[in-house]
Nanobody, 124 residues
Framework: QVQLVESGGGLVQAGGSLRLSCAASGRTFSSYAMGWFRQAPGTERKFIAAISWSGDSTYYVQSVKGRFTISRDNTKNTVYLQMNSLKPEDTAVYYC?????????????????WGQGTQVTVSV
């Protein structure tokens, strides 16, 4: 498995931006597709975005399309989530996860490794 550590969360006003980072260590990072999920209080963890091992294929949930961008730098063993035009409903704990396949997936149960999460709070 790969070990994951998220960073970059914080408090931001509505309309603002944040960039989350997820640093990976352990097994070969470039062999994993990566995903971002989020979990608001009292709700289930939900898929947001995923990226293939090469970065040439990405998926997004409809609610973040055009606002969030997932990317990766395999030389730095890091995946990013650039979040623009943030809304109060984006408030949640954000998690990155690794899927031991070259292809991305939206299925939460196909992810093998998880980070500890980073809090994102968007104020009105």
């Amino acid at each position: 498995q790969v070990q994951l550590v998220e960073s970059g969360g914080g408090l931001v006003q509505a309309g603002g931006s944040l960039r989350l980072s997820c640093a990976a260590s352990g097994r070969t990072f470039s062999s994993y597709a990566m995903g971002w999920f989020r979990q608001a209080p009292g709700t289930e963890r939900k898929f947001i975005a995923a990226i293939s091992w090469s970065g040439d294929s990405t998926y997004y949930v409809q609610s973040v399309k055009g606002r969030f961008t997932i990317s990766r730098d395999n030389t730095k063993n890091t995946v990013y989530l650039q979040m623009n035009s943030l809304k109060p409903e984006d408030t949640a704990v954000y998690y990155c996860a690794a899927h031991s396949s070259s292809r991305p997936t939206t299925n939460i149960y196909e992810y093998d490794s998880w980070g500890q999460g980073t809090q994102v709070t968007v104020s009105v």
